[in-house]
Every structure is written in structure tokens, then in C-alpha cells.
């Protein structure tokens, strides 16, 4: 699988992973929206689980370096709606038939994805939305490695420093409940572990590097990422119905 990519295509997903690093570790959010729609038009076998284990890794090193400014109370709570969305995901994804019926839920999602991130919708701090919330990041997270746009309608308001410590702590456990579905359904194989193995490094340095970067970056070429991310998901859509 990866000895049939390219060099080049093997460049261009390293180099996504690098922009999703930096978006995530900037903001709290966001390396899913970034890589997953970019890499699954490179292959599809980069989703979801090679993406989600590297953004457990991404979200976790970032959450560890602001610890201090993570919220515990507000993870617990919205945790338990991952939980759910989680459990309703692997029950849609045991009842896919192929692999076109999977490429047409992923690239609705993303879309969906897309479009509550220019919503502009904002959503109180309660805890309501926190769970509610949280359900639907599980739900699609799950199903597509895209989780944060739901829990972003609700910190859009926060605190920067709060906000994105706590999403980068929420995002890394939800992700790990999410991986942990998956395996559980059968959906993880050996090559995801290839795809892990040799996008992990680049992931490594740029994790490093990236809290050197100020969050204005990352926001700067926000609707960049989106419309390439749309771009993607309609690209799949194309793919599955007509290829």
C-alpha cells in the first residue's frame, strides 16, 4: 500500500501533517479538519485510524506543555458525551457495506465539518453543551478523525490560554476513546501502523516546533484550510459515485 505512493505524494502528506501539527498545537483544535479530508485524497488508508493516533500524540504533547490551564472539570463532563457519540459511531460503521458507502459518510462529515466552522455559531460554556457537544465530536471524530468543530462553537469565547489547553487534553483522551472503538470493531490493521510509523517523525518535529508559532498563524490561513478541506471531501463524494 504505502510502496505504491510516490516520493512526492509521500512529501505532500508529510508536509499535511506538518500544517495540521501547527493548527492543532497553536489552537487547540483542528489537526483532524487540517489532515484527514488532504490525506484521504492521497489514500484513503490514512483514515481514520492513522490520523486519529497521531493526533492523540499531537493533542497530548501540546496538553502536557499547558497543563496547568487544563480544565479537568470541563474534559470529564464533555468526555462522557465522546463516549456516547463513540459507541453510535461503531454501531453505523459495522452496518457500511463497502468501502464507497464509508467514502460517502466521510466526506459528509467533513463537509459538515466545514460548514460548522464558518457557522459563526456560538454556544455558552454549560453543562448541556458540553456533553451535547462532545456527543457529536465523538460521533463524527469516530467516523472521520474530524472532532473539533462542535467543541470550538462552544470555546470560541474562552480564554485563549484555557480553551486551548483544555480542548488539546479533551481532544488527545477523546481520540484515544475513539481509537479504542475502532480496534474494537476490527477497523485497525497492519498498515495503519506502517502509515503511523512513517508520518510520526515529521509529526514529532513539528510538535516541537510548533508552540513557537503564535496562534495568529494558524487562524491567518483558516479559510485556506477550509476550502481545501471542502475541496477534499467533494473530491471523495466524486470518486465514490462515479469512479
Known amino acids: 500500500m504505502i510502496a505504491d505512493l510516490p516520493l512526492w505524494m509521500l512529501g505532500l502528506a508529510a508536509l499535511i501533517v506538518v500544517l495540521g501539527v501547527i493548527v492543532q498545537t497553536t489552537t487547540g483544535m483542528g489537526f483532524g479538519l487540517t489532515a484527514a479530508p488532504l490525506l484521504a485524497m492521497i489514500d484513503t488508508h490514512f483514515v481514520p485510524i492513522p490520523i486519529i493516533t497521531l493526533g492523540i500524540v499531537t493533542a497530548s504533547l501540546a496538553a502536557i506543555k499547558e497543563r496547568r490551564q487544563v480544565r ?19 454501531a453505523v460503521l459495522l452496518v457500511l457495506p463497502d468501502k ?6 466521510f466526506s459528509a462529515g467533513i463537509l459538515f465539518a466545514v460548514a460548522l466552522s464558518l457557522a459563526g455559531i456560538r454556544l455558552a460554556l454549560t453543562r448541556g453543551t458540553l456533553v451535547s457537544m462532545g456527543f457529536v465530536s465523538g460521533l463524527m471524530g469516530t467516523i472521520t478523525a474530524v472532532g473539533a468543530p462542535p467543541m470550538a462553537l462552544i470555546y470560541q469565547d474562552v480564554k485563549a490560554d484555557h480553551a486551548r489547553a483544555t480542548l488539546n487534553a479533551f481532544f488527545a483522551i477523546g481520540a484515544a476513546v475513539s481509537l479504542v472503538g475502532l480496534i474494537a470493531i476490527g477497523r485497525a490493521h497492519w ?3 506502517v502509515l503511523i510509523a512513517v508520518l510520526a517523525p515529521v509529526m514529532l518535529v ?8 503564535n496562534a495568529s498563524v494558524a487562524r491567518r490561513y483558516r479559510p485556506v484550510v477550509l476550502a481545501l478541506s471542502a475541496v477534499a471531501a467533494i473530491n471523495l463524494l466524486f470518486h465514490a459515485f462515479f469512479w
Open 191 to 193: 498498515s495503519d501502523a
Open 100 to 105: 464507497d458507502s464509508f467514502a460517502v459518510l
Open 72 to 90: 479537568l472539570d470541563e474534559i470529564g463532563i464533555a468526555l462522557a458525551g465522546r463516549l456516547a457519540g463513540m459507541l453510535c459511531a461503531v
Open 206 to 213: 513539528a510538535s516541537y516546533f510548533a508552540p513557537r508559532l
